[in-house]
């Protein structure tokens, strides 16, 4: 395996890297000061929406809107696999429409809080969900 990478087919990332668009990066790696801010500043503004959607708009309207973010949420999974090649601007941008996906990975979770298993993460999700109602 190159460096950053362990397991079988070299799968993982070791400790001390993360992985970002199916890449281990190294944790020391320059860039990344304002992701837990973005992070923050997108849920809220993401939650917002979809609370007041709900209370606010009648059926027919939210069925339209909820389409839309079906869609967009299509269009980046399909971007996902190709962002490794965009430049740095463009990666940073498309990093930040991930979190339409729950997918907040660009912010180096895993050089803080080290590795993060699934239930974790879908409690977590499940909490802000709730919180956000």
């Known amino acids: 395996c190159n460096e ?3 397991a079988d087919y070299c799968s993982l990332c070791v400790d001390g890297y993360y992985r970002l668009t199916g890449l281990c990066q190294s944790c ?4 990344g000061e304002t992701e837990g801010l973005l992070i ?3 849920a809220v503004i993401f939650f917002g929406l979809i609370a007041v959607g709900i209370f606010l708009l009648n059926d027919d309207t939210l069925d339209t809107y909820v389409g839309k973010l079906l869609t967009i949420q ?7 696999g190709a962002s490794e090649n965009f430049p740095l601007w463009a990666r940073k941008v498309f990093n930040l429409l ?6 907040y990975s ?3 979770t895993q050089c803080v809080l080290g590795p993060i298993n699934l239930p974790e993460i879908y409690a977590g999700y499940i909490i802000m969900g709730v ?3």
Do not use: C
């Open 4 to 6: 950053g990478y362990m």
């Open 28 to 31: 020391t790696d320059e860039g």
């Open 40 to 42: 923050v500043v997108a």
């Open 74 to 80: 299509q269009l980046i999974s399909i971007g996902q």
């Open 98 to 103: 991930n979190l339409v996906q729950f997918d």
């Open 106 to 108: 660009f912010a180096r």
């Open 131 to 133: 919180g956000f109602l």
